[in-house]
Structures are given as C-alpha cells and as structure tokens.
C-alpha cells in the first residue's frame, strides 16, 4: 500500500497551495494547508506569529499541524517552506508520501511577485530572490530526501498534479527516507551533521562501520598520521580493528592504552598522552582518533584540541552514552579534584563514527544507563522518538538498531548546532540533570551511573512539572513507564533530602541563586522556568528519595 497522504515540500513559490488542491481532486481526497492549520490554531497569522513568539516557537506549531495533517488518511497536504528543517517535522513527514516541487529562485520570486494576495512570508523580507537562493541552498540537503521530486519551472499546475500523482501510484511499497535521513556521505549512512559557526562535520551510524574507519577518515579530509587512544576496557575489543581499518585506507597509525575508569580522567592522564604524543613527534596534520566511552572521548578530544593548539580528532564511541551524548557537541575536558568536568575546551571533531555493533559486549548496565539520555532526548524534544522507545521498552538488543541511535543523535547535534555554547535551547538537553547531578555528588559518584541519577532526575523533574500546573498526570505515568521500562531506577530511596537539596542548590547550572528547571510541557516538549517554589522542589525531592 502506498501510505495515504502525499505531502508536498519546496520553496515558497513552488506552487504547494495551488498543486496541492488539483492532486486532491485526481484523487478524491482532502487538500489541506498546513499554514492555514498554524494560523486557525494560533488565530493570529504567520508574521505574527513569527513576530512575537520567534521561529523555533513556530517550528513547533508547525510540527503539531503536520502531525494532524500527514496523519489523515487520503490527504494532500501542503506544508511551509521550512518544515523539512528541523528533525520534529521530518519525523512528521516520514509518515506521507512527500513530493519536492523543485522552482528555480528566480521563477519562485517570479510567482510571487504576480501574486500580491499571498500572505507575508516572514523569511522572504528584503530581496526575495536573494532570499530564496540562499534559503534553497540551506534547505536543499532536506528537500533531496523527499521521496519524488518535480521540476515544476515549466510544468502548468495541471501537469505537475498528474507527474505527482503519477509518482505517489508508482511508489508502491517504498520507504519513506525522510526520519532516515540518508544524507550521501561517500557510501555512508549520515544520522545527522553538526554545524557550528566553525565547524561541520558528519555523524556515521552504520553497523560494521568500525572496520571502515580509514575510510571514513579520509572522506573526512584527514591525511596526516592516526593517532589512536583507547582505555584498557576497550582496547583489547577493538583497537586493533581500528588499527586495521585505518591501515586499509593508507594511514599510518600508532596506538595508546589509558586505564579505564572516571577516576582517571584527569590532568595527570592528559599529561601521559601528551608525552606519547610528543615523543612520537605529531605535526599538525596528524590527527587522534578517540575510540572509547565518554572517558575517552572527553580526555582524548581534549589532548587533541590543546596539543600543538589543537590537532583534529575523531571521535569513535564505543558507550552508548557516548553515542548519543558525549561525542555530540564539542564538549571536552577532564575532571578535577574541585569537581567534575571543571577543565577543558570546547573542540569539534571532523567526524563521529558509531558502530552500533561495538554495544553487544558493553555490561547490561552501562547500556541501560546510556538509554537514559536517548530517552531524554525523547522526552524533551521528539515525541515520535518517545513513541519508537516504546515500541523497543524491554527488548535487549533495541539499542542496536540505528535508527534509534539515529534519530537520538540527531536531535543533539541540531540542539548543538544551534546553539554551541549553551545559551539556549541547548539548556533543554539539562531535563532531569539538576537534580541528577546532586544525587550523584552526594552519592560521591559511587553508588549511581550518571544515566541512573538522571533518570531519578527526570521523575523528580516530572514531578515539579505537574505541581507547576506543566504536565499532565498521565504524562508523567507515561514518562515514568518509559523510564522503567528500560530497566532504569525512578527513586533513589534512602539518601538525604536536606543533602540532595543542597547539592542541587550547588549545581553550575544556577544563575544567581535562582535555578533554571527544565521541565516537560508535554511529553516530547520541554520549556525552562526559574520561578519553581522551594517547597515544590522540596515535595519532589522528598518523593523520589522515599
Ligand atoms: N562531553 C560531553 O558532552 C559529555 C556528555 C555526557 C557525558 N560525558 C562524560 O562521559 C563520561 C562517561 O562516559 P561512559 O558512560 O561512556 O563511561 P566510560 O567511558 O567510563 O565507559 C564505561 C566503561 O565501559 C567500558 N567500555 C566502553 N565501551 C565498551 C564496549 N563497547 N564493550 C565493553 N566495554 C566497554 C570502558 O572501558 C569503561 O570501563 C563521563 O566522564 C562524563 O562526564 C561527556
Ligand atoms: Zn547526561
């Protein structure tokens, strides 16, 4: 069966809202406008919208308005130029059958220029055609993915109706590529890309992708000598897979063993690869390749980002943490006896390579930790993720899919790449966090993993959601399901309020004394709030420590 909804993407100007009703027609189905959706929701229109509550704000609208649309059964749906740029709406637009009307700028601002009755179209101020160029060279890599495209510069509205419904007849049994985001990476699958005002760079998620690592890397533009640092939980698994793979694509590599273990994240383990490094006379070009869990990848990014003033780095996680957190984002640096994670740089990789292979010797409980920040990343911000980890809840090997790992990686490398330095929607990937970091200093980093404590945090956070009136009770049951039923603790009974609360108080996240809680609106949306009351935090707490 082909899916029952065709969802037309492009430009402003490409013709969605005057193809989209003729497709309806050949077919006997709906025509429904997306934007129109937004504004009869919002009653306020599109300008306005964007006016007063900015465009990530819009995006969102947006996303609920192509879930209601793409999900109707024999619909054509016509959405907003951007709706394919942000990982919310292509989750959306995964489940239609989507159409690229493909305009040239110059036609598009032809169009609409003859068509003084359109709305305002916020992105298109000054010099629309400008405009439209430089949109279209943004947005092309997400309107490539859609599952057809129609040159539409020459075609009337009548013959690009029939092309498309010619297209949707012949797509019987396709999958959809938007949610799987093949973006061409040499012969690689692409999850995601991380772009900073610095940086770009690719994050593979292929399984078996480790022993084409080499590959990778000189797709990645390195050229230099691979200098490869594992810890000794990993190396004996893996380095010299990677060892060989990057022999196979010519590089002459050289490998070093730090010990495993948190507690050997420090300035004196740095010191150690810098003396390797330098007695082994790197230059410039040459590049380290961190194959490892977050340990790894935090020290050895930084080694990387501060030898000779910053050499690249690869990063090769082997935790599932690591995967879907600590290898996204450009955060390195090691821990010091003042604290956790109070030395390093901010540095970004030339690639991420992750093979979800390496996960089936990783203990059952590092794996169940990792879950806790996928699952947060859910929470937060995909609730289609939500609905996939449901689907996975309790099946052991679901962390080997992909397309889970995908999907959560995707949705930090778009936080990060909007916001590098964390100032603002980057704050959301804190959920569960604040009160996570308390239970674990004062716990003394023993007694809970780091995706253990966040867990309890983000029940203790779900809890200060509901009482601020955020989320609704069966969110949080759900969101609690969720939690457990990746075999993740939602209390840590016995420990001391007064302590947790004070350690939370502590936390490097507060800003002059009033903490910024992220907190769940609904599940898959999270907001930030500093006016949570004392005794609400203390209810909470209280709760998830009984
Ligand atoms: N930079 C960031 O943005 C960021 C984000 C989150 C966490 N972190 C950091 O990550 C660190 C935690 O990372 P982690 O949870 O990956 O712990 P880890 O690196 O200590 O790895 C856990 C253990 O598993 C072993 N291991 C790793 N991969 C394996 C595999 N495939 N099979 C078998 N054993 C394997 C390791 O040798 C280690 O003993 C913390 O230091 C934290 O501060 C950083
Ligand atoms: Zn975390």
């Given at each position: 069966?082909?899916?029952?909804?065709?969802?037309?993407?492009g430009?402003?100007?490409?013709?969605?809202?005057?193809?989209?009703?003729?497709?309806?027609r050949?077919?006997?189905?709906?025509?429904?406008?997306?934007?129109?959706?937004?504004?009869?929701?919002?009653?306020?229109?599109i300008?306005?919208?964007?006016?007063?509550?900015?465009?990530?704000?819009?995006?969102?609208r947006?996303?609920a308005?192509?879930?209601?649309?793409?999900?109707?059964?024999?619909?054509?749906?016509?959405?907003?130029?951007?709706?394919?740029?942000?990982?919310?709406?292509?989750?959306?637009?995964?489940?239609?059958?989507?159409?690229?009307?493909?305009?040239?700028?110059?036609?598009?601002a032809?169009?609409?220029a003859?068509n003084?009755?359109?709305?305002?179209?916020?992105?298109?101020?000054?010099?629309?055609?400008?405009?439209?160029?430089?949109?279209?060279?943004?947005?092309?890599?997400w309107?490539?993915?859609?599952?057809?495209?129609?040159?539409?510069?020459?075609?009337?509205?009548?013959?690009?109706?029939?092309?498309?419904?010619r297209?949707?007849?012949?797509s019987?049994?396709?999958?959809?590529?938007y949610?799987?985001?093949?973006?061409?990476?040499?012969?690689?699958?692409?999850?995601?890309?991380?772009?900073?005002?610095?940086?770009?760079?690719?994050?593979?998620?292929?399984?078996?992708?480790?022993?084409?690592l080499?590959?990778v890397?000189?797709?990645?533009?390195?050229?230099?000598?691979?200098?490869?640092v594992?810890?000794?939980?990993?190396?004996?698994?893996?380095?010299?897979?990677?060892?060989?793979?990057?022999?196979?694509?010519?590089?002459?590599?050289?490998?070093?063993?730090i010990?495993?273990?948190?507690?050997?994240k420090?300035?004196?383990?740095?010191?150690?690869?810098?003396?390797?490094?330098?007695g082994?006379?790197?230059?410039?070009s040459?590049?380290?390749?961190c194959?490892?869990?977050?340990?790894?990848?935090?020290?050895?990014?930084?080694?990387?980002?501060?030898?000779?003033?910053?050499?690249?780095?690869?990063?090769?996680?082997?935790?599932l943490?690591?995967?879907v957190?600590?290898?996204v984002?450009?955060k390195?640096?090691?821990?010091?006896?003042?604290?956790k994670?109070?030395?390093?740089?901010?540095?970004?990789?030339?690639?991420?390579?992750?093979?979800?292979?390496?996960?089936k010797?990783?203990?059952?409980r590092?794996?169940?930790?990792g879950?806790?920040?996928?699952?947060?990343?859910?929470?937060?911000?995909?609730?289609?993720?939500?609905?996939?980890?449901?689907?996975?809840?309790?099946?052991?090997l679901?962390?080997?899919?992909?397309?889970?790992?995908?999907?959560?990686?995707?949705?930090?490398?778009?936080?990060?790449?909007?916001?590098?330095r964390?100032?603002?929607?980057?704050?959301?990937?804190?959920?569960?966090h604040?009160?996570?970091?308390?239970?674990e200093?004062?716990?003394?980093?023993?007694?809970?993993?780091?995706?253990?404590?966040?867990?309890?945090?983000?029940?203790?956070?779900?809890?200060?959601?509901?009482?601020?009136?955020?989320?609704?009770?069966?969110?949080l049951?759900?969101?609690?399901?969720?939690?457990?039923?990746?075999?993740?603790?939602?209390?840590?009974?016995?420990?001391?309020?007064?302590?947790?609360?004070?350690?939370?108080?502590?936390?490097?996240?507060?800003?002059?004394?009033?903490?910024?809680?992220?907190?769940?609106?609904?599940?898959?949306?999270?907001?930030?709030?500093?006016?949570?009351?004392?005794?609400?935090?203390?209810?909470?707490?209280?709760?998830?420590?009984?």
């Amino acid at each position: 069966m082909p899916p029952e909804s065709i969802v037309l993407v492009g430009l402003s100007g490409s013709g969605k809202s005057t193809v989209g009703p003729l497709v309806a027609r050949l077919l006997g189905w709906d025509f429904i406008d997306t934007d129109q959706l937004i504004e009869a929701a919002a009653e306020r229109t599109i300008p306005e919208l964007f006016a007063e509550e900015g465009e990530a704000r819009f995006r969102e609208r947006e996303q609920a308005a192509l879930r209601e649309a793409v999900g109707r059964r024999r619909a054509v749906v016509s959405t907003g130029g951007g709706a394919p740029t942000t990982p919310g709406g292509r989750a959306e637009l995964a489940h239609g059958f989507t159409v690229w009307l493909v305009v040239s700028p110059a036609r598009a601002a032809a169009r609409l220029a003859e068509n003084p009755g359109t709305p305002g179209r916020p992105l298109l101020a000054g010099d629309p055609q400008a405009r439209l160029e430089s949109l279209l060279d943004a947005r092309r890599r997400w309107y490539e993915l859609a599952d057809a495209a129609v040159d539409v510069d020459y075609l009337s509205p009548e013959q690009a109706a029939e092309e498309i419904v010619r297209l949707w007849a012949e797509s019987r049994g396709h999958t959809p590529r938007y949610g799987h985001e093949n973006i061409e990476y040499g012969s690689w699958h692409v999850a995601a890309t991380v772009q900073t005002p610095g940086a770009a760079y690719p994050i593979v998620v292929q399984p078996g992708v480790l022993d084409q690592l080499g590959g990778v890397c000189r797709e990645a533009g390195l050229s230099g000598r691979a200098f490869v640092v594992s810890d000794t939980g990993v190396a004996p698994l893996f380095a010299h897979r990677a060892m060989a793979a990057l022999a196979s694509a010519d590089f002459e590599a050289a490998r070093f063993t730090i010990p495993a273990g948190e507690e050997q994240k420090n300035l004196g383990t740095v010191a150690t690869v810098y003396d390797w490094l330098l007695g082994q006379r790197v230059e410039r070009s040459d590049f380290v390749v961190c194959v490892g869990g977050g340990v790894v990848t935090d020290l050895a990014g930084f080694v990387a980002a501060t030898t000779l003033r910053g050499i690249d780095f690869v990063h090769v996680p082997t935790t599932l943490l690591g995967m879907v957190d600590a290898s996204v984002g450009g955060k390195t640096g090691v821990d010091h006896p003042m604290g956790k994670n109070l030395i390093g740089a901010f540095a970004q990789p030339r690639a991420v390579v992750i093979d979800p292979e390496v996960l089936k010797t990783l203990p059952e409980r590092q794996r169940r930790a990792g879950w806790a920040e996928v699952v947060k990343h859910g929470l937060i911000l995909d609730p289609v993720l939500v609905d996939d980890l449901e689907r996975g809840a309790g099946d052991p090997l679901a962390m080997l899919s992909p397309a889970l790992i995908g999907r959560s990686v995707a949705i930090k490398a778009e936080v990060v790449s909007e916001d590098e330095r964390e100032a603002g929607r980057r704050t959301l990937l804190n959920y569960g966090h604040t009160i996570g970091h308390a239970i674990e200093a004062v716990t003394g980093y023993s007694t809970y993993l780091h995706g253990e404590a966040v867990a309890v945090g983000m029940h203790a956070a779900g809890l200060i959601s509901v009482a601020m009136g955020l989320l609704s009770s069966d969110g949080l049951a759900r969101q609690q399901r969720l939690i457990t039923g990746y075999g993740l603790p939602d209390r840590a009974p016995g420990l001391d309020v007064d302590a947790v609360l004070a350690a939370t108080a502590s936390d490097k996240k507060v800003r002059a004394g009033r903490i910024k809680w992220v907190l769940l609106e609904e599940i898959g949306r999270a907001t930030t709030r500093n006016d949570v009351p004392e005794e609400i935090v203390r209810e909470a707490v209280a709760t998830v420590l009984r």
